[in-house]
């Protein structure tokens, strides 16, 4: 066990609906990543949030956005869903944000859009 | 071209058998890393790499900064080692996340 959360395990939706997956880290861990992971582009990262603020951005749509609350859980909020979101998405958590930090995957939320 | 290559993709062994995969990457990096995901999809970090080697039980890491090279070896290779091993790298600030090689999937027969 990581100590990473995230909810729901699974989740199937219809295209053009909005959903929010969620991320609790590590106990003390001020770092979350998230990420996605489909068939076509294996693992890309999407945003990073570091102790609320917003620190990097990878290959997030505009339809995809994210946030970290004060008690340091987090979500991913997906809109206008298309079959291609159809993917894992992780999230990991990390002390700090140094390179040379070690990240804690959760067990990801596998999405199904149909 | 994908900024982390990772080689065999495909990997079946017998049991007992060394297991090497490799890792090739083209930009600087600050840290690499070697993880492990199951079938059930769920992500476990087994090394974290900025030089040298780490041994961890069957499980050996090694990186050579100057040939941008990393191996994963894996010593009397057990049915329960099948997975999806893949490299990631910090290739950025401290702020980007990893960027991923594609895996290479793992099975030792028993």
């Known amino acids: 066990d990581s100590g990473v959360t995230q909810t729901p395990k699974h989740l199937i939706t219809a295209t053009g609906q909005r959903v929010t997956l969620r991320c609790s880290p590590r106990?003390?861990?001020?770092?979350v990543y998230w990420y996605q992971q489909s068939l076509d582009q294996g693992l890309q990262f999407l945003i990073h949030?570091?102790?609320?603020?917003?620190?990097a951005k990878g290959n997030i749509l505009e339809r995809f956005s994210a946030q970290q609350f004060p008690d340091l859980h987090s979500e991913l909020n997906l809109s206008s869903l298309e079959l291609g979101d159809s993917a894992l998405y992780f999230c990991?958590?990390?002390?700090?944000?140094?390179?040379?930090?070690?990240?804690?995957f959760g067990q990801g939320t596998r999405l199904t859009v149909v | 071209k994908n900024e982390v290559e990772q080689s065999p993709q495909n990997l079946t062994a017998q049991e007992g058998e060394f297991i090497t995969i490799n890792c090739s990457y083209s930009?600087?990096?600050?840290?690499l890393h070697w993880l492990q995901q199951h079938p059930g999809g769920g992500i476990v970090s087994l090394f974290m790499?900025?030089?040298g080697k780490k041994k961890h039980g069957r499980l050996i890491a090694t990186i050579n900064i100057q040939e941008k090279h990393s191996s994963l070896h894996i010593t009397a290779s057990h049915p329960r080692d099948s997975a999806v091993y893949i490299c990631?790298?910090?290739?950025?600030?401290?702020?980007?996340?990893?960027?991923f090689g594609k895996g290479t999937h793992l099975i030792i027969q028993p």
């Open positions: 990991a958590s990390s002390v700090g944000q140094a390179p040379n930090t070690e990240a804690f």
């Open positions: 106990s003390g861990d001020l770092s």
């Open positions: 949030y570091y102790n609320g603020e917003e620190r």
């Open positions: 930009v600087g990096i600050s840290a």
């Open positions: 790499l900025s030089s």
């Open positions: 990631a790298v910090n290739s950025g600030g401290g702020a980007d996340g990893l960027t």
